[in-house]
Structures are given as structure tokens and as C-alpha cells.
């Protein structure tokens, strides 16, 4: 990581931690019409969410 200018992290967490925050934040996704359930899933409708004004970021890979 050092050789590709990455800094190491200062604070390290588990994903564990913050699983009442997640299905908080899933849950008023779902609310807003900003995502679905569908066969016991969540998905992100980009529909709405550009919709609703929002953009989704794309990776845009680096040529040579």
C-alpha cells in the first residue's frame, strides 16, 4: 500500500458494529422510494434515486 501512496487507516472497525445503523439506513432508503425488496433482497432503484436528483458514481477505469 505504501508503494501506491495509500496511507494506513487510522481507526479500524467491523462491519458488525454498525448493523442497527444499516438496517436504519436501509429501512429510509426503502421508504423514500429509493430502493425495493424484492425474493429477500434490497436493491437500489436508480430510477429514483435520479429521480429524486441524485447521481450514482460510476467507476470510470483509466486508459493507458
Known amino acids: 500500500m505504501e508503494a501506491l501512496g495509500i496511507r494506513e487507516p487510522d481507526v479500524l472497525t467491523r462491519v458488525t458494529e454498525y448493523v442497527p445503523q444499516i438496517i436504519a439506513f436501509v429501512e429510509t432508503i426503502i421508504e ?17 434515486f435520479h429521480a429524486a436528483g441524485h447521481n450514482y458514481r460510476k467507476l470510470n477505469p483509466a486508459g493507458p
Open 32 to 48: 423514500k422510494g429509493l430502493a425495493y425488496k424484492s425474493n429477500g433482497s434490497v436493491y437500489l432503484s436508480l430510477d429514483a
